[in-house]
């Protein structure tokens, strides 16, 4: 249900040769459900090859304040994720970052 409280943003990064989900897409996409007020990130998705990756970056992000830049969630997905998809990851997040904040100028 949408309540106009939520906004849905998503970034964009290549992933690297030699992941799996690079059989399926070309790029990796990361989705967050952020609350509009606070900047809050509420849910996030990805689009990493398996459903446990991608629920564990779900997880990971959910609660890091986009306000305050993406410099935390970075260094919890650098200290927490260990897999080949790190950098795409992080590449997307500063794109979806970076969306969040031309929205918040917007206003």
Not at 26 to 36: A, F, H, I, Q, R
Not at 63 to 78: N, P, R, S, T, Y
Not at 99 to 107: A, F, S, V, W
């Amino acid at each position: 249900m949408i309540n106009g409280k939520t906004l849905f943003i998503a970034g964009h990064a290549r992933l690297p040769q030699g992941m799996a989900a690079k059989n399926v897409f070309e790029t990796l996409t990361l989705t967050v459900e952020v609350d509009k007020k606070y900047g809050v990130i509420l849910d996030a998705s990805c689009t990493l090859a398996t459903e446990h990756g991608r629920q564990f970056i779900g997880n990971l992000l959910k609660g890091f304040c986009l306000k305050d830049g993406a410099d935390e969630a970075i260094a919890a997905i650098q200290t927490y994720y260990r897999g080949k998809g790190a950098n795409a990851l992080i590449a997307a997040l500063k794109d979806l970052e970076l969306h969040y904040q031309q929205i918040r100028l917007e206003k």
